[in-house]
């Protein structure tokens, strides 16, 4: 097997390698974080303490399919933890003794100042490496918990205030997604004393309907909630946040740890990229359970040793200046679909999405069922290529749309 | 020829091979992994597929067997891995072979070097006798160690039963010479063109620290009615001259073949891809009792080869052969242009090597308190590619507790 140094520092704690259980049922008590611990997790963000126990509802989840695949979005109902206080420190204390290596980190979350401040010492004394603080539990709805603010700057600022005046420990803060702007509730995070960001927490949902008694799922004695929706499905929502903190000179140097839908080493490389230093992981091991970390190590390492570096931080953000406003990409050329005839096996998809879809510029020959493409319709959008269901479509042909590209080369163009 | 030498099964395309390891239930305790006799970790290099990591999913076939590639094309799965396969609850096991070789390739095509030579000397010899797939594995775990190994082959290229035996479409040469390859460049040492004697056996015991013999199953048996009919052909013989000649032999217009298991579908299936017209295969056993494996009797009745179960040859006369139902008052009579006899095969009796039931009486693989040890065919266990990895496996960690003791001594 490879061996890289997958360790990487955030906030001055060292991590053995990026990979986190965020804060969510998949660390919920120690015997859960001790097993993912000996299987290889960096690092554990232990699940949100609160004063006062939840009280959770059953069943809780629901799951959004696809035809013949597993699930690609899930939806969770359950809030903070459901132990009474005094048994979660209790864990944090064993865990912290157990595996002086792994980084454990304490979620809080409060209602008001004195008890930020309270949670923020109590977890401190049992021994947690650092903080994070739960600004974006959606499903809550009461206006000074969860989500709630997560979306106010200003209980953003004085909540982070209220924590950094009672602990000397790091200091995270978990935005939510379910906001425009990330932004503003970042920044001032930030200027409250928040060490770095956590990005994102669920998305508020509703998943399925049931049409026979008229009620969203999971239904819980015939209702049901808005609530957290998360997986596969919202990687694309956290790239997208955590591209905009990297873009503003606000937020551009604040240390991010990612979130949403890593189930791959490419996710986890995907997150690097756009800026996270450290990873969290929830969904994809309540459904394949922590062994998942295997493979993001030992992926992630590959890919170190494809890209010649021997420091996970030397990826981190490399993408971020390929991610440019709309307006200023080049629109001079257009690509053409390249048609592989070997590997067609005449389904037609491709001429019925550019039909339906785009431009009519696919043509198929009814005798050989086989597509050719007419470039003078052609629009080189290439939707062909992304329903083709064997890759048989490429990108071919680049040229100049008339008038442009003057004093300009097609192979210069990067494809 | 062309058919002869083509691999006969297409390979999974990327697209396929993920398709494939979806299909996959990702089982807590799967029953790949623990039917799997060379414990090549089915369950572990699906996963790493499926969570798209190739390259690691190469690391953990190559690390677990050396001959990773031989046993994804040759293994008889429904009798091991596939066995049991949760997936089989829902619809049908999954191909487990089919990703393995789709892995396998996939290192090749990457020119993955995943073994690595040793990173000290442990200055003790081994001495190799035969190259097939026991004596390969056990070469590639003991040189990774740090011995030095010395492999003694009777033949002019290394492989045995894999080289001589099994055919091309099954086994490419390619994909045989590259397993080798790896192997060799871990800094094994060979002759080949070389047979070990009884009295070389006797140098090469004090010469080196450990002596494994890995002969296999040489010699193929015949029948009493023909034992004076040298125009008889042995399977063994006839496929040999098959790979050697790269399928470009002799073709006759009716061919018999009398035996059953997977090496008389070997036989009748080369002699369809050579271009035989006819081919008859008399078997003992009914199809209910059949030996040979699903994939390989599939691949006989596909190339519409005439097999007749049941039937018992009684006797010869150099031109037509007498057979009667086992059970049922039945006779036929073939007088066919070319008889191949495949009813087994056993082991050369050499080296004063103490045999019960066809194989050399050991303890943990060792021969008595001596510095020899018995691995493959000849050793207790399945007379399969995997049956002997699983052997050279086993043995390899005696031999190594062995020498480790001389060594301290």
């Not at chain 2, 006819?278 to 699903?294: C, L």
Request: proline fraction near 4%.
């Amino acid at each position: 097997m490879i061996k890289k140094d997958l360790s990487i520092e955030f906030l001055g704690v060292k991590f053995k390698n990026p990979f986190m259980l965020s804060s969510s049922p998949v660390g919920n008590c120690y015997d859960m974080c001790a097993k993912a611990f000996r299987l290889g997790w960096g690092g554990i963000v232990y699940k949100t303490l609160i004063k006062d126990p939840c009280d959770e509802c059953s069943p809780r989840y629901d799951t959004l399919r696809k035809e013949g695949t597993s699930f690609v979005g899930f939806k969770n109902m359950e809030q903070l933890t459901e132990h009474p206080l005094e048994d979660d420190l209790r864990d944090i204390r064993r865990l912290k003794k157990e595996f002086p290596d792994g980084v454990l980190v304490a979620s809080i979350m409060a209602g008001n100042d004195e008890d930020w401040k309270t949670l923020a010492k109590q977890v401190e004394d049992a021994g947690a490496d650092m903080i994070e603080l739960n600004f974006s539990c959606p499903q809550m709805t009461d206006t000074h918990l969860g989500s709630a603010i997560g979306q106010n700057p200003d209980l953003c600022r004085q909540y982070c205030k209220a924590v950094k005046s009672a602990t000397k420990l790091p200091v995270i803060a978990k935005m939510t997604p379910n906001i425009t702007d990330m932004v503003e509730v970042a920044y001032a995070s930030m200027e409250g004393g928040a060490d770095a960001i956590s990005c994102i927490n669920t998305i508020k949902s509703i998943l399925n309907v049931d049409l026979d008694r008229e009620v969203g799922l999971p239904i819980v004695n015939g209702k049901s909630s808005i609530s957290g929706y998360s997986g596969k499905a919202v990687k694309p929502v956290a790239l997208r946040f955590i591209q905009q903190l990297r873009d503003n000179p606000k937020t551009r140097d604040v240390p991010i740890s990612g979130i949403g839908g890593i189930e791959t080493w490419r996710d986890a490389a995907e997150f690097i990229l756009v800026g996270a230093s450290i990873l969290q992981v929830t969904t994809a091991i309540m459904q394949y359970g922590y062994r998942i970390i295997d493979d993001l190590c030992n992926g992630l390492m590959h890919y170190m040793d494809e890209k010649g570096v021997d420091h996970l931080s030397e990826l981190v953000g490399l993408a971020n200046k390929n991610i440019i406003p709309a307006e200023e990409l080049d629109r001079d050329f257009k690509i053409y679909p390249k048609i592989d005839n070997d590997k067609c096996v005449g389904c037609g998809r491709c001429f019925i999405s550019c039909y339906d879809g785009s431009h009519q510029a696919m043509e198929w020959d009814k005798k050989l069922r086989r597509p050719t493409c007419n470039t003078d319709k052609c629009v080189g959008c290439l939707l062909c290529s992304l329903v083709c269901p064997v890759g048989a479509i490429s990108k071919g042909e680049v040229v100049f749309k008339p008038g442009r590209g003057e004093k300009r080369k097609t192979k210069d163009i990067v494809v | 020829m062309k058919d002869y030498l083509k691999e006969a099964e297409e390979g999974f395309s990327p697209l396929l091979a993920i398709e494939e390891a979806s299909r996959c239930l990702l089982c807590h305790d799967a029953p790949c992994s623990k039917n799997c006799p060379a414990g090549t970790d089915p369950a572990r290099f699906i996963r790493a597929l499926r969570f798209l990591n190739e390259k690691g999913a190469a690391e953990v076939i190559r690390e677990n067997n050396a001959l990773g590639a031989i046993c994804a094309r040759v293994c008889p799965q429904e009798k091991y891995c596939k066995l049991g396969c949760s997936r089989s609850g829902i619809d049908k096991p999954i191909e487990i072979g089919k990703i393995q070789r789709y892995i396998t390739d996939f290192e090749a095509n990457l020119k993955m070097n995943i073994l690595k030579k040793p990173e000290r000397e442990l200055g003790q010899k081994v001495a190799i006798i035969g190259s097939g797939p026991a004596a390969l594995e056990l070469a590639a775990l003991l040189r990774m160690k740090g011995y030095s190994v010395t492999i003694f082959e009777k033949d002019e290229k290394l492989g045995g039963y894999l080289r001589y035996g099994i055919p091309s479409y099954r086994l490419p040469n390619d994909v045989l010479d590259l397993e080798i390859k790896r192997i060799l460049d871990l800094g094994v040492e060979h002759k080949v063109n070389h047979r070990v004697n009884d009295e070389e056996f006797k140098k090469l015991k004090e010469l080196y620290d450990a002596v494994i013999v890995a002969t296999g199953y040489e010699l193929a048996k015949t029948l009493p009615m023909f034992e004076t009919h040298h125009e008889v052909e042995l399977a063994t013989q006839f496929l040999k001259r098959a790979k050697e000649m790269n399928g470009d032999i002799d073709v006759y217009s009716d061919v018999l073949v009398i035996g059953g298991g997977d090496v008389a579908m070997d036989v009748v299936t080369t002699l369809k891809r050579i271009g035989t017209p006819r081919v008859i295969d008399v078997v003992y056993e009914e199809f209910s009792e059949f030996r040979a494996s699903e994939k390989e009797l599939a691949e006989a009745r596909a190339q519409n080869v005439s097999i007749i179960d049941g039937y018992v040859p009684m006797s010869y006369d150099g031109i037509t052969v007498n057979f009667k139902h086992r059970h049922l008052d039945s006779v036929i009579s073939i007088k066919p242009k070319h008889i191949i006899l495949a009813v087994g095969q056993v082991a050369r009796m050499q080296f004063g090597l103490d045999y019960e039931a066809g194989e050399v009486k050991t303890t943990n693989y060792r021969v008595g308190d001596s510095n020899v040890f018995v691995v493959g065919d000849i050793a207790h266990g399945d007379k399969t590619v995997v049956g002997a990895v699983k052997t050279a496996k086993e043995a390899n960690y005696f031999i190594d507790n062995f020498l480790t003791k001389e060594r301290a001594k």
